[in-house]
Each structure stands twice: as structure tokens, then as C-alpha cells.
């Protein structure tokens, strides 16, 4: 895992820590796997379950710009930066099923906003100018005390590491706040400062990892295999190391699936 990355138990396997958390039968099954991918036979096979970039640091290259202006992603010493205007996404140029991705994030003015949408259509509406998928949120956080409505800040004060099906996706919450999911913990730092997403999602199950802990998740999607959004939401925020481990498909249908992208 990326350094940074989230707390794991260690299980004395010799599995990669994303999968050290497991229960035993599930370890054991897990090990035997691996074992056989390490067998004479396989030695020549790419090692399983490798990091690739997604973003390589150069350009975009990977990436698709849906709705957002020339200028919203630019690439600037290594690190993707938004400017957040137009409110929109770029998407990657390919869906991807069940993974673990690692994003790493830093805001750069009081109360912004953004996220990564996850198993999305990258189609979006025309009001919102957001597509559907399950929305992982980062928020800077001054936002609830810059958007309290009433003069009153909320006393939930979620100001990261939501998780919620959007768009007719539906999903059911880990720590529900209504349909969404809230952190149990906060551990998000504010503008200026990075901060670290691990995000596993396998087979309509998402569990968020904000700075090396798992605090929050989601399960049971109506959509399990879409394309990855980073979103524009009218503030500067930077992203770097972003990366994504794919992991083996599982039975996915049809209409589990976002239509390819046109």
C-alpha cells in the first residue's frame, strides 16, 4: 500500500495488507490464491494485484473531460489541479468494477468542495451538471460553518468522507445520516494540508480510509461497475498520487453495469 495508507491488522499471511483485514476462511482462501499465483507455472504472469497510475503526473492522458472548461484540469509540478469552475467532472476513459483506489487531496480555499464518484454513468445532469455513481466527498473544513443555514452550524459538522449513491443509485449506509454516510471519526485536515483516501470497492461495497483509518462505507449498490469522476465543484482543490489496484470482476449484470460512455 501507498505510504500513508490506511491501518490494517496483520494477519501473519503473506497476503497484501488490503486483504489482511479479512476473517480466517476468507484469509485462508485468500492465501491459497496467492500461493498458487506464486506456483513454477504462473512465474512468468505479471505479479497479481499491482498499483497502476491514473494519473501519471505529465497530462491528462486517461482522463476525459465531460462538462468542464479547457482550463478546469491542468497539470502543474506533478500535481493535477481543478479550479473548480464550471461545477462538473472529468472521467477516466474506461469502467472499472471492483478495485482499491488510493487519491491523495488538498484543498486550497476555506469551504471547498469536491469528491470522486465511483461506479458512474459520467453522464451528467443538466441541472446539477453532476453525473450518478456513489459519491465519496471531500470537503474543506470551513464549509459547514461558510454554509450554515440560519446562522446555525451544523452540530454533525460532516465535513468529509461522506459516501452515498446519487443519481438513482442507491446504496445503504454504514452510519446512516439519512442516506448518506457519515464518518465515525474525523480525521480530515484543512486547506494547505494533504490529505490520504484509500477507497476498496468490491462487488457493491465501498469502505473509505481518510489518513490511515477506515472510517466509513457503504454497501449493497444498485450499480457496481462504472467509470471513476473526479469532480469540479467551485473551489480550487489539487490531487496527486492517485492510483488504483483492480481486483478480480465479480458477477455483475447488466443492469448493475453504467452504459459505455458514447
Not at 221 to 229: A, D, E, F, I, W
Request: with cysteine.
Amino acid at each position: 500500500m501507498t505510504p500513508g495508507g490506511p491501518e490494517v491488522p496483520r494477519s501473519g499471511s503473506a497476503l497484501p495488507a488490503p486483504f489482511n483485514g479479512y476473517h480466517r476462511p476468507m484469509r485462508t482462501t485468500l492465501a491459497l490464491a496467492f500461493g498458487l499465483l506464486a506456483a513454477p507455472a504462473f512465474a512468468q504472469a505479471p505479479a497479481p494485484f499491482q498499483f497502476q497510475d491514473l494519473f501519471n503526473g505529465k497530462d491528462l492522458a486517461g482522463w476525459v473531460n465531460i462538462n468542464t472548461a479547457p482550463d478546469t484540469w491542468t497539470v502543474r509540478d506533478g500535481i493535477l489541479v481543478s479550479t473548480g469552475k464550471p461545477i462538473g467532472v472529468m472521467c477516466t476513459d474506461r469502467m472499472y468494477e471492483n478495485f482499491v483506489l488510493h487519491i491523495e487531496w488538498m484543498h486550497m480555499e476555506p469551504g471547498g468542495n469536491s469528491g470522486v464518484f465511483a461506479w458512474s454513468n459520467a453522464d451528467p445532469n443538466p441541472k446539477s451538471r453532476l453525473p450518478d455513481g456513489v459519491e465519496i466527498q471531500m470537503l474543506e473544513l470551513e464549509w459547514p460553518r461558510l454554509n450554515a443555514r440560519g446562522g446555525v452550524v451544523p452540530t454533525d459538522d460532516y465535513v468529509h468522507g461522506e459516501v452515498w449513491g446519487v443519481g438513482g443509485v442507491k446504496t445503504v449506509p454504514d452510519n446512516p445520516r439519512g442516506e448518506r454516510s457519515s464518518s465515525i471519526e474525523k480525521r480530515a485536515k484543512g486547506r494547505g494540508q494533504w490529505n490520504v483516501y484509500d477507497v476498496v470497492a468490491v462487488d457493491g461495497v465501498i469502505k473509505l480510509a481518510v489518513n490511515g483509518k477506515f472510517v466509513n462505507g457503504i454497501g449493497k449498490s444498485t450499480r457496481k461497475k462504472g467509470y471513476l469522476c473526479l469532480e469540479a465543484e467551485g473551489a480550487e482543490i489539487h490531487f496527486r498520487n492517485v492510483k488504483i489496484m483492480e481486483l478480480p470482476p465479480g458477477v455483475t449484470t447488466a443492469e448493475q453495469t453504467a452504459p459505455e460512455r458514447r
